[in-house]
T-cell receptor, first 110, second 115 residues
Framework: GQQVMQIPQYQHVQEGEDFTTYCNSS?????IQWYKQRPGGHPVFLIQ?????EVKKQKRLTFQFGEAKKNSSLHITATQTTDVGTYFC??????????FGGGTRVLVKP | AAGVIQSPRHLIKEKRETATLKCYPI?????VYWYQQGPGQDPQFLIS???????DKGSIPDRFSAQQFSDYHSELNMSSLELGDSALYFC??????????????FGQGTRLTVV
């Protein structure tokens, strides 16, 4: 079945620095959704990308969908302690199956 | 705004017992999903329902079953529990009518511990 892989698995970031997490697929994706899960919390929807080369911004977060629609990235600038959590990319296949990547666990060093 | 409600929040069961998890989706949402998340793992898709009919099936063990009722609430029934079933179980709901790939709204989850 279709799989999305995320790298890195862990990201230790100094507060104030930038970082990027990547989501890759071996097949073309019709869409990518990004979710954030705080420690002890539940996944919360952040954004959805559907168009080739699409770029969307939410304050310090920039989401990008690759031209070939096989990869996506999330770039966070000026990391804050509130950015701590696990960021998942996910693909919604035909039907109702939402498949998550392995997630990038972000730890922020103050 | 109303969110997805799951009950119970925590559940402790012994091996070989049965557990029932309940989910109340956001009103007017037509799709319900169930996910299992082990410690440090990503949520694994179990099963989904659209308009009370099963629409997709993932890695759900045969010991588990689920259904969606006329009031749209859903239940996940787990029998012959094993230690490995200990996990966070999330229910999510979405409204297909909002687009071909609607976002999923997750509940707070039920933490099941099998001892």
């Amino acid at each position: 079945g279709q799989q999305v892989m995320q790298i890195p698995q862990y990201q230790h970031v100094q507060e104030g620095e930038d970082f990027t997490t990547y989501c890759n697929s071996s097949t073309t994706l019709s869409n990518i959704q990004w979710y954030k899960q705080r420690p002890g919390g539940h996944p919360v929807f952040l954004i959805q990308l559907v168009k080739s080369g699409e770029v969307k911004k939410q304050k310090r977060l920039t989401f990008q969908f690759g031209e070939a629609k096989k990869n996506s990235s999330l770039h966070i600038t000026a990391t804050q302690t509130t950015d701590v959590g696990t960021y998942f990319c996910a693909n919604k296949a035909a039907g109702n199956k939402l498949t998550f990547g392995g997630g990038t666990r972000v730890l922020v060093k103050p | 705004a109303a969110g997805v409600i799951q009950s119970p929040r925590h559940l402790i069961k012994e091996k070989r017992e049965t557990a029932t998890l309940k989910c109340y989706p956001i009103p007017r949402h037509d799709t319900v999903y169930w996910y299992q998340q082990g410690p440090g793992q990503d949520p694994q898709f179990l099963i989904s329902f659209y308009e009370k009919m099963q629409s997709d099936k993932g890695s759900i063990p045969d010991r588990f079953s689920a259904q969606q009722f006329s009031d749209y609430h859903s239940e996940l029934n787990m029998s012959s529990l094993e230690l490995g079933d200990s996990a966070l179980y999330f229910c999510a709901s979405s409204l297909r009518g909002t687009g071909s790939h609607p976002e999923a709204f997750f509940g707070q989850g039920t933490r099941l511990t099998v001892v």
